[in-house]
């Protein structure tokens, strides 16, 4: 068997130990010492609210190819770089809307794995940066954007054995263009380390629904067994659902596991000029953050996938199927 062989061998294997591991969750009176409190702990959601009023409010509308697009990319570059990324990177595209050629942006940030717990996997969380036109964008997405940058920062200095990327799309409204163009791009090696996608799409208005996990073709994934299992640690457990129109759907073709979490059914102020930061919840906000920070540490942090070593035992988590209500 050649080195490269060997190298694909095992990352499959340890592929398969990911996916075929049972759904945990330590039980809510354990939460005290709960594996991922060095996770939810320390999400602050005073920092993600002060992200959502900054591009909603400072910033306003961030439609692709436009000036406040701009300010929202030099914004991102700025956070990533200040949580201490050495690897932030911005990917240009082109495309073109009723005859207009226009130019969008999606930014990344690298969170490498330790040098010596390195499972040669990745996973990607990512949120949309962009807006509609005719709106400031405060749900739609400055809320998924500012949970991805909270949980960036909180990654920074942890510990973890998988590559994590987070990952800021441009002109998801022009047609998911961003992370097309991203998927796109990537190496067959890159999609064959990807071991889930977490997309963050609208998660923070007082007016919309309960959280939901949408996957393309409504079964259950990785993503979501994750997600579930995480919910019913840190908040309550969430069902999930079918949906496509959102960042996830570019990941899923390409057969990664991938889900998205909104509320739903939406608000009323869906991609309106209403959509401003007086309809935003602190505690959406802090109980997505915290359910994603809790699923993706689950599948990052060096011991994974031994959960039966964590401090508390696991126990297994059901969750069901919600027929969509937007």
Do not use: C
Not at 115 to 144: C, E, F, L, M, R
Not at 183 to 189: G, R, Y
């Amino acid at each position: 068997m050649t080195k490269k062989l060997q190298v694909r061998v095992l990352l499959f294997v340890s592929f398969l130990m990911v996916i075929s591991t049972p759904v945990f969750a330590a039980p809510n009176e354990n939460e005290k010492q709960a594996f991922d409190n060095k996770i939810v702990k320390r999400i602050k959601v005073d920092n993600i609210y002060e992200h959502v009023s900054y591009l909603s409010e400072e910033i306003g509308s961030r439609a692709a190819g436009t000036e406040g697009e701009a300010q929202t990319v030099e914004y991102l570059q700025e956070q990533f770089e200040s949580f201490g990324y050495d690897e932030v990177n911005v990917q240009e595209f082109t495309f073109t809307s009723r005859g207009e050629e226009i130019t969008s942006y999606n930014v990344e940030a690298v969170k490498e794995p330790m040098k010596n717990h390195d499972t040669g996997q990745q996973i990607i969380i990512g949120a949309h940066h962009d807006s509609v036109p005719n709106g400031p964008g405060a749900n739609d997405d400055a809320s998924g954007t500012g949970v991805l940058l909270e949980l960036a920062r909180v990654y920074a200095n942890t510990p973890t054995d998988t590559t994590i990327k987070f990952i800021a799309f441009g002109a998801e409204e022009n047609g998911l263009v961003g992370s097309r163009k991203y998927a796109e791009a990537m190496t067959e090696a890159e999609v064959e380390s990807t071991v889930a996608m977490f997309q963050l799409d609208m998660v923070g208005s007082k007016d919309a629904g309960d959280l939901i996990m949408f996957t393309v073709d409504g079964e259950k994934n990785t993503v979501t067994d994750l997600g579930a299992a995480a919910g019913s640690r840190v908040s309550d457990v969430v069902p999930h659902s079918e949906l496509g129109r959102s960042d996830h759907v570019p990941f899923h073709n390409l057969g990664i596991p991938a889900a998205l979490f909104i509320h739903t059914p939406l608000e009323p102020w869906y991609h309106t000029e209403d959509d401003i930061i007086d309809h935003i919840s602190k505690e959406k906000l802090q109980d997505v953050a915290r359910i994603i920070g809790a699923a993706t540490f689950q599948i990052t942090r060096k011991d994974t996938p031994a959960l039966e070593r964590s401090a508390v035992k696991p126990v297994p988590v059901e969750y069901e199927y919600e027929e969509p209500v937007l």
